[in-house]
């Protein structure tokens, strides 16, 4: 892998920071995208910039083998702020891919572009993929579940709350994960089986076809079992519950808020799970981390770090 460019995108977030440090460590040179100054590494060279600034872009993925398009756009406020990431973003991408050659383009967009009537999120991520399957580059899309692991924040308020012994769902249903060294590992791998033209939806494995991911309920209790509790008080709240809550998470916490109005239309759709025909071939990738393992090793990384008491 020496001697294979990759170029990044979301290198400073939490799957893209994941994914550049195992590209680092399986001997790939990395170029990647950041708004703030970042300390100089071996093999690494930061590209000052965003996806509004095309230049920045072009010099991004001039000379790269693959480009790894992580960044995206998961909360807004508004429908506008969700199409300048998600969509025009994603264009500003694909327009520096081709004027670089014909680099595999490998896009991460996200289970919610299954159901694009259901969100902003998911239409703005529906509209990116558009994009990239009509593109002339070699490309490869792969839609990711909820993403959980050491350094996730998304996951941290369900964390803090099964420590109290308390479980606050969405109405019943049921829903995917995977590790994000699992997810890493997989993005990697796409680069040296090359562009596939197709979708992929990627999992920790857990479910069969008829019985697919995990119910609420009980990735709620393996949480608990995470963090020392046992016993949980599950609650599964109803939809209208779940956008008054969502208005009050904006009023409380403004721009910080998790639970947003956005996510709570989505959020209250029952069935978030991969579909298996979908799924990355076992001889390109197959899960390895153990969910249940890989939650505790999530807590004991948060606790580490003064997140978790």
């Not at 708004?35 to 991004?60: F, I, M, P, S």
């Not at 012994?165 to 995917?176: E, H, I, N, T």
């Not at 949980?232 to 209208?240: G, S």
Request: aromatic letters at 6%.
């Amino acid at each position: 892998m020496q001697d294979m460019t990759i170029a990044i995108t979301g290198a400073t977030g939490f799957l893209g920071g994941r994914t550049m440090e195992l590209a680092l460590e399986q001997g790939y040179a990395v170029r990647a995208l950041t708004r703030r100054t970042q300390d100089d590494r071996d093999n690494l060279t930061w590209v000052k910039g965003a996806l509004d600034d095309q230049a920045a872009l072009d010099a991004l993925c001039h000379g790269a083998d693959a480009v790894l398009h992580i960044a995206g756009v998961v909360n807004a406020p508004t429908p506008a702020l969700f199409d300048a990431g998600n969509i025009k973003g994603t264009a500003n991408m694909l327009s520096a891919a081709q004027k670089a050659g014909d680099p595999h383009f490998i896009h991460v967009s996200s289970l919610a572009a299954r159901q694009p009537e259901l969100s902003d999120y998911g239409r703005s991520k529906a509209g990116g993929e558009t994009l990239v399957t009509r593109s002339v580059l070699p490309w490869s899309v792969i839609r990711p579940p909820g993403i959980y692991g050491p350094g996730d924040t998304e996951f941290l308020d369900m964390f803090k709350l099964a420590q109290k012994g308390l479980a606050l769902l969405p109405p019943k249903g049921r829903v995917s994960l995977i590790h994000v060294d699992d997810m890493a590992r997989l993005l990697l791998a796409m680069i040296g089986h090359g562009p596939a033209r197709t979708i992929w939806e990627a999992d920790d494995g857990i479910g069969n076809d008829t019985l697919r991911g995990w119910d609420h309920r009980d990735f709620a209790r393996a949480v608990g079992h995470a963090v020392g509790r046992d016993k949980l008080l599950t609650l599964n709240a109803p939809a209208a519950l779940l956008k008054t809550a969502a208005r009050a998470d904006r009023m409380v916490r403004g721009s910080a808020a998790k639970l947003t109005p956005d996510r709570a239309r989505y959020l209250s759709w029952p069935d978030w799970t991969v579909e298996p025909s979908r799924r990355p071939p076992a001889s390109l990738w197959s899960p390895a981390i153990d969910t249940q393992q890989g939650l505790e090793d999530t807590v004991s990384w948060y606790r580490a770090q003064g997140w978790l008491n």
